[in-house]
T-cell receptor
């Protein structure tokens, strides 16, 4: 079975500083990996996806993630945090067949002024 | 806005009761998935419907059931409610092709509290 582990339950950064949200995956074959964001009282939104093309994936709002097979990682980064980035972020892997998404536990990102 | 609407947004039930949650999918989408998100946890897959048929199910008991209608809207029914059913229930719609690449469009959810 495929799974993802988000290594930090809570990350706090100052506005204008870099963001790093860490995710490791476990998969018996080439995975499809995603990051979704959940703002308070809003639906989950797809940030970016990796589906075996380029290993560096760019998403919306300046976020990007790098797929590293040797490290089984898919960390999410952003060069400069903005107050509007405060949200819950989920690393996700697909499990084949019924398009089932397998979510990590989430990382809550707090941005300090 | 994703175009996926869920109702009701909040509801309170007592243990043993039954609940029906509703979802209208985004225009052009024929696939609907339901997820349960307990407080402080990531969403967990309940089941998916495609062309009115269940097309996969997660590790949830049979008292969780669903329907998809010809207009692709969907219902989630939960019978014999238990305290642990308290959660945010998320509906996600997709086309069959976008869903296969993990691109789901989520509604804002229905928050169920079981007392």
């Amino acid at each position: 079975a495929q799974s993802v582990t988000q290594l930090d339950s809570h990350v706090s950064v100052s506005e204008g500083t870099p963001v790093l949200l860490r995710c490791n995956y476990s998969s018996s074959y080439s995975p499809s990996l995603f990051w979704y964001v959940q703002h308070p009282n809003k639906g989950l939104q797809l940030l970016l996806k990796y589906t075996s093309a380029a290993t560096l994936v760019k998403g919306i709002n300046g976020f990007e993630a790098e797929f590293k097979k040797s490290e089984t990682s898919f960390h999410l980064t952003k060069p400069s945090a903005h107050m509007s980035d405060a949200a819950e972020y989920f690393c996700v892997v697909t499990q084949g067949g019924a398009q089932k998404l397998v979510f990590g536990q989430g990382t809550r990102l707090t941005i300090n002024p | 806005e994703t175009g996926v609407t869920q109702s009701p947004t909040h509801l309170i039930k007592t243990r043993g009761q039954q609940v029906t949650l509703r979802c209208s999918s985004q225009s052009g989408h024929n696939t609907v998935s339901w997820y349960q998100q307990a407080l402080g946890q990531g969403p967990q897959f309940i089941f998916q419907y495609y062309r009115e048929e269940e097309n996969g199910r997660g590790n949830f008991p049979p008292r969780f059931s669903g329907l998809q209608f010809p207009n692709y809207s969907s219902e989630l029914n939960v019978n014999a409610l238990e305290l642990d059913d308290s959660a945010l229930y998320l509906c996600a719609s997709s086309s069959w092709t976008s869903g296969r690449t993990g691109e789901l469009f989520f509604g804002e959810g229905s928050r169920l509290t079981v007392l």
